[in-house]
């Protein structure tokens, strides 16, 4: 296996619930249960009892099998799962104190991420239930606005675009959100934490952004607290 696939496949390995961690790889390649069963050479309804931990946790044959299914699937549709993956994901470099990215176990709506943090929302409530996020990032705005160069961006969305960004260290919101307008890659959702007076220019790149837009009074430690427990 390369480097790539074997991340994917140490994530499996090391999942204190194996089966929800391949339905979350499964989905973000956008790979139907019914095309990977055909690639492995089993029934959809084992792939249905690994997914939800009904069957006991796959081998190390099934996770290479597993794998290599979704890479070659994904070739076949022209790799650009494969090719965001590598893009977005970092190499080696050591952890910038101003942004902490994670994943989830498993993918979850806007709906459901709002309600976690406690989110108000200020722009675009309709596009919530068909959002599906992976991860989230959370930015230090400062701190990224005045460090971060444009071509390091990409860096804060880890191994998918499918997150959300809550942003720290927001006076209006206003900065964030043009960093956001300019990017060539947006994430799905963006909070703000703690703000007070939210810019209307803000609100109005949210809007032609399609992207939601919430805020959130939470502590930054108990959004965090919570987040992990998905």
Not at 98 to 106: G, M, P, S, T
């Amino acid at each position: 296996m390369d480097e790539l696939k074997e991340r994917v496949a140490g994530e499996v390995a090391l999942s204190d619930s194996p089966g929800s961690t391949m339905k979350k790889w499964r989905e973000l390649f956008g790979i139907t249960q019914v095309e990977l069963a055909k690639e492995i050479k089993i029934s959809t309804s084992t792939i249905s009892d690994y997914e939800s931990n009904r069957r006991l946790s796959p081998g190390v044959g099934v996770i290479k099998r597993f794998v290599e299914a979704l890479f070659t699937i994904d070739e076949a549709k022209g790799s650009g799962v494969r090719q965001g993956l590598e893009k977005f994901s970092p190499r080696g470099e050591a952890p910038v104190p101003f942004y902490n990215i994670r994943d989830f176990v498993a993918p979850i709506s806007g709906v459901d991420f709002s309600r976690i943090i406690e989110g108000k929302v200020l722009s675009n409530p309709g596009y919530l239930d068909s959002i599906k996020l992976f991860g989230y990032t959370m930015v230090d705005s400062l701190r990224v606005i005045l460090e971060m160069s444009p071509s390091e961006y990409p860096k804060l969305f880890g191994s998918t675009t499918e997150r959300a960004f809550i942003f720290d260290h927001v006076s209006t919101g206003r900065s964030p959100m043009v960093v956001i307008r300019v990017a060539p890659i947006k994430p799905k959702l963006v909070v703000m934490h703690n703000i007070t007076t939210v810019d209307k220019l803000a609100v109005k790149i949210a809007q032609v952004e399609k992207i939601p837009l919430l805020a959130t009074k939470l502590d930054m430690k108990e959004i965090e607290t919570r987040l992990k427990k998905i």
